[in-house]
């Protein structure tokens, strides 16, 4: 009877696992052509110099980004899967797999992340220095980079979005690539009403 009554109490210590898969269509676009000293490297200095990205420094990115002309990115599908585990009870995250057909090779498995949890919904973000070099590409150093994978409970769906530009550490032109990645689906269950 006394191991029951343990039984018992210690259920509600553990915390309730749940898992939530989402599935997103998207595209990841490429660049390698330049541009001069304009927005972007208003934007890099700000990246340099806080340790998050500000609404200023997300506007320079941007602004940078309308230098080239539509025809200058080479657009190419996305088809990614988020599988996160949240513990359930407090609305917390606890682990995020997610997987990218075709997969950009300038994607760094072991880049810095930090989580954000919003009421919401939770978001996963992957960093890297500016100047890092790239492990993958060794020749060149980092630029910009941060990807984000989200959900909202809310609506019950999920996003990936993130920019990756690298520049070659030899300062050359030419062939620094430039890749944007967008995409967004509907998440299985978690679905919260206001």
């Known amino acids: 009877m006394r191991f029951l009554l343990i039984l018992i109490l210690s259920i509600p210590l553990y915390s309730q696992s749940s898992k939530v ?28 110099n806080l340790a998050r990205q500000t609404q200023q420094s997300l506007f320079l990115l941007r602004r940078a980004k309308t230098n080239f002309a539509e025809e200058d ?13 949240i513990d359930s009870a407090e609305e ?15 994607i ?11 009421d919401t919904g939770i978001a996963v973000t992957h960093t890297m220095e500016v100047e890092e070099e790239h492990p993958l590409f060794p020749e060149y150093k980092v630029e910009v980079y ?29 062939k620094n690539p430039k890749i944007e990645i967008f995409a967004n689906g509907k998440c299985e269950q978690q679905k919260k009403k206001f």
Request: aromatic share 18%.
């Open 21 to 48: 898969l989402c599935e997103l269509n998207g595209e990841y676009s490429v660049t390698y052509k330049d541009i001069k000293k304009t927005y972007l490297a208003e934007g890099i200095e700000l990246f340099r």
């Open 92 to 106: 917390t995250y606890k682990s995020l797999t997610h997987t990218l057909e075709p997969a950009p090779v300038w």
């Open 146 to 174: 941060k990807i984000t994978n989200s959900f909202n409970w809310f609506t019950g769906k999920g996003q990936i979005y993130g920019d990756i530009w690298l520049k070659k550490k030899d300062e050359s032109k030419g």
């Open 73 to 85: 990115w080479e657009k190419n599908s996305l088809y990614v899967v988020q599988y996160w585990d």
């Open 108 to 118: 760094n498995e072991d880049a810095q992340w930090y989580v954000e949890t919003k």
